[in-house]
């Protein structure tokens, strides 16, 4: 084996055992793909805690996907914690087959992401996908989704006519933009469909049915699913204590609900829903934090307790 086969391994066992390892000042500044979604602005913000407290500058890049995928491939951001799988699979299965882009950990368990409708639409007899084509009129053939480069499942299923959907429209806009023409349709009891995922706060604040027979489009169980952290290729190498933090931080639906309900219903930043979930759960550091040290070398955890007054 090679010594750098060797120093390789030697890093990759020291992740594993949970060693922290001090990164070098090329490694000090973070930039984070942020996909203009609210549960990845509240992840991102968590993340971003975390590091200034360790020492780290950060920075947020607003990305489509599609532009996300391409920027880790090409170096210009180096972390981005929105891998939601299946749905992103078959659409970005190159830049997993060809090393483009690299998995540092698993963030998520128990999500799912398809189209809902309002309770009352469901209670009218819409409650799958093949319910939908039959009331053309009152959805207005239309399908409400968020920004470009985010909606390809939809817009396959629409080209492909499955579904009997072959002449309906796919409206992209974005999460915010969404969720207005939905918070007006439920208040008026108009019909509509659109697209919908858990953590959310859509799922606290509005009575909705997750539509079946989206196996095609989304995945089995109402496109359940896992969501991943993805880094430009090296990442791990050039940067192990910083990737260290990323593939440590595992959150939970309810923990991102409320994380994101702070942001989306009480109108606090991101940075302060970050800040306040924390103070309110500070064990959790326990996890994120273990084998992870300050940019300087010193033990992470205990650092981050007292520069957040914990």
């Keep these: 084996m090679t010594l750098k086969g060797i120093l390789a ?10 060693t922290a390892q001090a990164d070098g000042e ?11 979604w609210t549960d990845i602005a509240f992840t991102n913000a968590t993340a971003e805690l975390l590091l200034n407290a360790l020492g780290y500058e950060t920075e947020q890049l607003l990305l489509g996907l599609d532009v996300t995928y391409v920027s880790l491939q090409n170096g210009q951001i180096d972390v981005f914690q929105g891998n939601w799988r299946p749905v992103q699979d078959d659409q970005y299965k190159s830049f997993f087959d060809n090393g483009y882009v690299e998995v540092l950990g698993q963030n998520l368990d128990g999500a799912k992401y398809t189209l809902v409708v309002p309770d009352y639409v469901a209670g009218a007899g819409v409650k799958s996908f093949a319910d939908l084509a039959s009331h053309p009129d009152e959805f207005g053939k239309s399908i409400y989704a968020i920004e470009p480069g985010t909606n390809q ?15 309906w429209s796919v409206v992209e806009s974005s999460e915010a933009g969404m969720l207005s023409q939905v918070a007006r349709a439920i208040e008026r009891k108009e019909w509509i469909v659109f697209l919908g995922w858990a953590p959310h706060p859509m799922n606290v604040n509005y009575d909705i049915t997750y539509l079946s027979g989206g196996d095609i489009e989304f995945g089995p169980n109402f496109g359940g699913a896992t969501v991943h952290t993805l880094s430009r290729p090296g990442y791990a190498k050039e940067c192990p204590n910083a990737a260290k933090l990323f593939a440590n931080l595992l959150f939970d639906v309810d923990y991102e609900n409320q994380g994101m309900n702070r942001i989306m219903t009480d109108g606090e930043s991101p940075a302060d829903a970050a800040k306040a979930m924390v103070e309110a759960e500070p064990h ?9 040290a300050t940019l300087s070398g010193e033990p ?4 981050v307790r007292t520069a957040l007054g914990l």
């Design 9 to 18: 391994g030697m890093m990759v066992a020291s992740l594993a055992a949970g």
């Design 26 to 36: 090329a490694c000090a500044k973070v930039r984070i793909g942020d996909g203009g």
């Design 153 to 167: 499942m939809l817009i396959d299923m629409v080209a492909a006519d499955r579904h009997g959907l072959g002449d």
């Design 284 to 292: 959790r550091l326990d996890r994120w934090l273990d084998g992870v």
């Design 300 to 303: 992470g955890l205990p650092a």
